[in-house]
Structure formats: structure tokens, C-alpha cells
T-cell receptor, first 110, second 113 residues
Framework: QQQVKQSPQSLIVQKGGISIINCAYE??????FPWYQQFPGKGPALLIA?????SEKKEGRFTISFNKSAKQFSLHIMDSQPGDSATYFC?????????FGAGTRLFVKA | NAGVTQTPKFQVLKTGQSMTLQCAQD?????MYWYRQDPGMGLRLIYY???????DKGEVPNGYNVSRLNKREFSLRLESAAPSQTSVYFC????????????FGDGTRLSIL
């Protein structure tokens, strides 16, 4: 049972464009929604996170949009750069457990 | 400041062998976690330790045991390795008590033949 569904699996964006990754969850007990960035050969790194009482959170070029009624949230990367090329994971936390999406491989073309 | 350190980085085992994956953090974090990462499946929680002296099962605990040796160290043991346990294993830690990992190690790549 996949509790957090992430799409797309892979994404190619031109430099300067907007990268959008979407996630949907099922369990309404989740109360924290982080995003992680992972480079090859490295562990994931916490990028940005949001709580369900907020509809949007922005940190630099990264923005999370959250729709509680639809049980969906998304990551927007503005002005995407080649250095943003990595795998991105959405996740949802509840009851001291964090469930991860399957990941999105982002490639930003120079 | 090393953060989260995992050893070994690579290991090859034969089916039935046992081994312990080591993890240590130097950030004085209360909570620690073990995840496995398989292609197309994201990361799945094996075990976690909310605080020193406590451990609990995650999503996929079967075939594994853990020990929270002290506040710094959290080890993962495979008692009788199986090919299905071939994976990349990540240890993580967090300061907050909500269950979301903040800092990850760089992983142990484990192959079981």
C-alpha cells in the first residue's frame, strides 16, 4: 500500500524554467510534509517542509503548495539550475513515522 | 563536524551470514532512524529510536534488529542475511521529537549473494 504517491518519476526542465513535482497522500493523520533532495552517492538532505495549517511555504527558489482538502502537495523549483539536478522525495510524517514517496529524478538542461 | 557517520560504506555478504551496520551522530540528537532505499520505492523505515533507551518497529522490520547503544550510536543487525535485503541502508537523526529525519548519513551499500 503506497501511502504517498509521487509524480512524475522523471522530469527534464530547461535552465531557468520551473520544475513541478506533485505528491498525494491518503492518511489524514499525517501532520508534517517534508521534501528531500538526494544527489548520487549521498544521503537525502532535508530541503523544505510544511505543516497542514499552511497553504504555501517559500524558501528561496523552492516553494511548497499544500491543498489539505485534496490531500495533495507539490514542490515548485523556480529558475531551475543544472545544480538542481537530483532526485527529490516528498514525504509525510505522522505518529513518529515518515513515509516517503518513490522519488522524482530531475534533470535541468543547461 | 561529521554529522551522521555510517560504517561500512560497502559490504558483500553471502546468504545466511550476519553483520552489523554502525551509525553514529555527533549532533546530540535524541532520535535516530534506519531506512532502506530500493530502486523505485523511495526510502522505507526499518526501525527507529525516539530517544536513548527506546526502539520501535517501522514499516519493514522483519529480518532486522537494532540497538541504541547510547545517545550517539544506533546499530542495525542482520542476523541471517537474505538476497531480498540487498539494498542501500541509510541512518538518520533528528533533534525534534516528531519523527521526521533531519540529517542522513551517506549510506551503506549492501549486496547479499
Amino acid at each position: 500500500q503506497q501511502q504517498v504517491k509521487q509524480s512524475p518519476q522523471s522530469l527534464i526542465v530547461q535552465k531557468g524554467g520551473i520544475s513541478i513535482i506533485n505528491c498525494a497522500y491518503e492518511n489524514t493523520a499525517f501532520d508534517y510534509f517534508p521534501w528531500y533532495q538526494q544527489f548520487p552517492g549521498k544521503g537525502p538532505a532535508l530541503l523544505i517542509a510544511i505543516r497542514p495549517d499552511v497553504s504555501e511555504k517559500k524558501e528561496g527558489r523552492f516553494t511548497i503548495s499544500f491543498n489539505k482538502s485534496a490531500k495533495q502537495f507539490s514542490l515548485h523549483i523556480m529558475d531551475s539550475q543544472p545544480g538542481d539536478s537530483a532526485t527529490y522525495f516528498c514525504a509525510a510524517t505522522g505518529g513518529f513515522k515518515t513515509i516517503f514517496g518513490a522519488g522524482t529524478r530531475l534533470f535541468v538542461k543547461a | 563536524n561529521a554529522g551522521v557517520t555510517q560504517t561500512p560504506k560497502f559490504q558483500v555478504l553471502k546468504t545466511g551470514q550476519s553483520m552489523t551496520l554502525q551509525c553514529a551522530q555527533d549532533m546530540n540528537h535524541n532520535s535516530m532512524y534506519w531506512y532502506r532505499q530500493d530502486p523505485g520505492m523511495g526510502l522505507r523505515l526499518i526501525y527507529y529510536s525516539a530517544s536513548e533507551g527506546t526502539t520501535d518497529k517501522g514499516e519493514v522490520p522483519n529480518g532486522y534488529n537494532v540497538s541504541r547503544l547510547n545517545k550517539r550510536e544506533f546499530s542495525l543487525r542482520l542476523e541471517s542475511a537474505a538476497p531480498s535485503q540487498t539494498s542501500v541502508y541509510f541512518c538518520a537523526s533528528s533533534e525534534t521529537g516528531g519523527g521526521q529525519p533531519q540529517h542522513f548519513g551517506d549510506g551503506t551499500r549492501l549486496s547479499i549473494l
